[in-house]
């Protein structure tokens, strides 16, 4: 293996880092052992090398399959357009065969030929679709997917672009249960999806993403290949990921189409049911309060039940699919299925969720209304529910199925791995921790095993470190003088001291904010003021705009939360992070509220294990857009005070990297201006 990451590293014109074969040497391990490993490994070690050269030689001389999960499509792009292609070469001869891979993702990402040929059933055709100015502009976008179809060769959504609106590709794409089937469809040879899917059959690495794990593991099909090792990529993102796969939603609009979808291949009176019971939802939620629900209200639950069982009684005036049905028919069949048992199983979800005492339930259910735009609501009113947690999921059909190595620029929070190993499901490590990391990780080992018995699972962490020299590389300044943030959007002092450190630095600032309406705020009241040019995330799209900021080294950034975890830009474009406040979740969030209550009936601190947390994470990552190449200086500002003062402002400093700190402000903006001279005279 060492031969092999050193063939690898110099294939690519680099240099092995300590930190890089610690790591190598760590997953080579687990995949022996069998043990689990979560190891962290900052910006800069060569972390995907590290864990994909022992993949690689495993996957190969064992003949199986290793998949590797990411978060982010720019990382899917960089492993499967970049790094496996020069390893494949690389690593060609000494392995003694060609190193196959593939991307895989979830069906509705590729373009299904069938569906561009017979268009998307009138019954979905809502009444959004009466705006002409909406339906003008639909009707392009369709038209372009409509020419993309006869030219690409994957029909994998991500690579159109630009891409079109969420309502245009449903025009062209099917879920997995509305899939015909590669026997049954006519373009069957020819799907995307399914070519997609054979490749990944032969592969001995697959890139897939962490929704596609996580559906992988809901699922009674099987969508992976069968493998023995999955790498998690980017696992800090994996809860919320999992999470986000496993909500399910009901809205009056949802229960209409699927009435539509039914109603011209069931008696019309079983569908005028469902019919009636989407009108009773939608007049029920419009007069709701929008939020967590603790106590199902009568009027709710009734109107549950009712949709619940028109939904069961369309079904089974349905009845089993015909074999003899041409694919027309079949379609329409398929699409009609998939949607009354989405809305059943929902249903029945919902109606669930509130039976068992409160400290014991699995599931939390809210509502959520939409915000108003040009007087119309931008959406009708929906329920969700989401789990409480999703270690007890993640352990049964992730750790005790196969080995996981679990890879991130940030893992240990506080200094630990415990409070996101908890998350995941994890057992105690054991390890000496610190009392907030240990209180942080408390009441989520009781969550974690929801339902069934343990099993053994063995897991390590390992911290390779970073090659940077943080302390000389960076500055750590939190503005202990300023008042503590409010909730009527960003204060005088504080745009007063962004203002400060943006001139003291000469421009090249991100500016990472803890919601829109603040980043647009402060966009709009400083815009004027600066000598410098100002961009604010939604005046394009998002990468153009980073791209403008990497190219104009003078130009600021303002953003939310994709730039908190998707900006990487070395240089001198980026020598300042401004962070607004600590990002913790909102309070009336209703998933992280719920988890907070579940964790503090167990004995545990929710706040630490819930929100803290979370904030950590979110630090942690925003302080990791600094520095990104060995020869980057700069400043991350936080400019709350809570940091400094707060008796949680230690577990969150433990949580970011090393760098040396001040609370001092006239020492901060002379180290920024220092920073700009050099970057101005630099040839």
Known sequence: MATLLATAVASIGG???????????????????????????????????????????????????VVVSTATIALQRQLVDRDLPRLAEALGPQLGTELKFAILKGRRNYLCLHRVQTGVPEEDEGPSLFDPQQLSSLGRQVKRLNEWADETKTGDRDELVPGVGEQAWRQVAVTAKECLGAQRCPHGTECFAELARAEAGEAHIVVTNHALLAIDALEEFQVLPEHDVVVVDEAHELVDRVTSVATGDLSAAAVEVAARRCGRLIEEATADRLKEA???????????????????????????????????????????????????????????????????????????????????????VWLEKPFVQDGRPKRPPALHVAPIGVGGLLRTTLFEQRTAILTSATLTLGGSFEPLARQWGLPPLGESTSKDARTAAEGLAQTATEKGEETEVVWSGLDV???????????????????????????DAYLTEITELIEAAGGRT????????????????????????????????????????????????????????????PGPSLQLVIMDRIPFPRPDDPVSSARSRAVAARGGNGFMAVAATHAALLLAQGAGRLLRSM???????VLDPRLATARYGGFLKNSLPPFWATTAPDTVRGALRRLDTAATDAP
């Open 15 to 65: 240099a092995e880092r300590p930190g890089q074969v610690e790591m190598a040497r760590a997953v080579e391990k687990a995949i022996e052992s069998g043990e689990h490993v979560a190891a962290q490994a900052g910006t800069g070690t060569g972390k995907s090398l590290a864990y994909l050269v022992p993949a690689i030689r495993h996957a190969v001389e064992k003949q199986t399959t």
């Open 278 to 364: 989407a009108e009773g939802l939608g007049l029920l939620l419009e007069d709701m309060p929008a939020g967590r629900m603790d106590v199902l209200s009568p009027a709710l639950g009734n109107t549950l039940v009712v949709v619940r069982d028109a939904a069961h009684g369309c079904i089974t005036a349905l009845g089993p699919d015909k074999k003899e049905s041409d694919p027309g028919d079949m379609a329409a069949r398929k699409a009609a299925r998939s949607s009354l048992e989405e809305l059943h199983e929902t249903a029945v979800r919902m109606l669930e969720a509130f039976q068992p005492e409160i400290a014991q339930r699995f599931d939390v």
């Open 465 to 491: 470190g970073s090659p940077f020299d943080h302390p000389k590389a960076g500055i750590l300044y939190v503005a202990r003088h300023l008042p503590q943030p409010g909730r009527d959007g960003l204060a």
């Open 510 to 569: 991100l500016g990472l904010f803890s919601s829109m309406r603040a980043a647009r705020q402060a966009a709009d009241e400083l815009k004027d003021h600066l000598s410098h040019p100002l961009l604010c995330q939604g005046d394009d799209s998002t990468s153009l705009l980073v791209k403008q900021f990497a190219e104009d080294e003078r130009t600021c950034l303002f953003g939310t939360l994709s730039l908190w975890q998707g900006v990487d830009v």
């Open 631 to 637: 020869d980057d200086r700069g400043v991350v500002a």
